[in-house]
């Protein structure tokens, strides 16, 4: 079982929907949860980070964890076409030098 | 400006070549990272370092060396590369447990 999993995708929605992306860790040590949106070429950019169970909110974007269940969701709302990326998802366990990513989720927006 | 910057941009070499990829933050983090990313593989941890003078392996360490004598810098340096080396080469810093921020990246071909 790989540390951190992403459905690899692609997530295809209509412009102006809620995108949801999921992601499941196993180490139940897990303390820091991170959002990373990666263009084609380009290096991974933050877009959200959670340390605690629910939800945060910010502009379009929510990250959603349950500890319990072990995952960590990013939803996006009124998506749009510049939404289209790689979403990849990090766990930081034992608060050092541990990031483990997954894969990442290729998402479409389509206009 | 405050950042995190890495050279060169694009670099092809040949097999056999000792290359250094140079990595420079200026916000003074004590954690810097080194990862490759290949397709299916995501982001993969080369090395790390928690502070001058302190460097660990991560998960693919082999045929790569680090050094980090000072704070900002954190040069990544293939002693005798190969083909499977090819890759794109990221260098991130943060704090313990924070979000990272990413540089650019180095896309590495070797021939």
């Known amino acids: 079982q790989k540390e951190v999993e992403q459905n690899s995708g692609p997530l295809s929605v209509p412009e102006g929907a809620i995108a949801s992306l999921n992601c499941t860790y196993s180490d139940r040590g897990s303390q820091s949860f991170f959002w990373y949106r990666q263009y084609s070429g380009k290096s991974p950019e933050l877009i959200m980070f959670i340390y605690s169970n629910g939800d945060k909110e910010d502009g379009r974007f929510t990250a959603q964890l349950n500890k319990a269940s072990q995952y960590v969701s990013l939803l996006i709302r009124d998506s749009q076409p510049s939404d289209s990326a790689t979403y990849l998802c990090?766990?930081?366990?034992?608060?050092?030098?541990?990031?483990?990513f997954g894969t990442g989720t290729r998402l479409k927006v389509l206009a | 400006d405050a950042g995190i910057t890495q050279s060169p941009r694009y670099k092809i070499t040949e097999t056999g070549r000792q290359v250094t990829l140079m990595c420079h933050q200026t916000w003074s983090h004590s954690y810097m990272f080194w990862y490759r990313q290949d397709l299916g593989h995501g982001l993969r941890l080369i090395y790390y370092?928690?502070?001058?003078?302190?460097?660990d392996k991560g998960e693919v360490p082999d045929g790569y060396v680090v050094s980090r004598s000072k704070t900002e810098n954190f040069p990544l340096t293939l002693e005798s590369a190969t083909r499977s080396q090819t890759s794109v080469y990221f260098c991130a810093s943060s704090e313990s447990a924070q979000p990272q921020h990413f540089g650019d990246g180095t896309r590495l071909s070797i021939l």
């Open positions: 370092s928690a502070a001058a003078d302190i460097t």
């Open positions: 990090a766990v930081n366990t034992g608060g050092t030098y541990k990031y483990i």
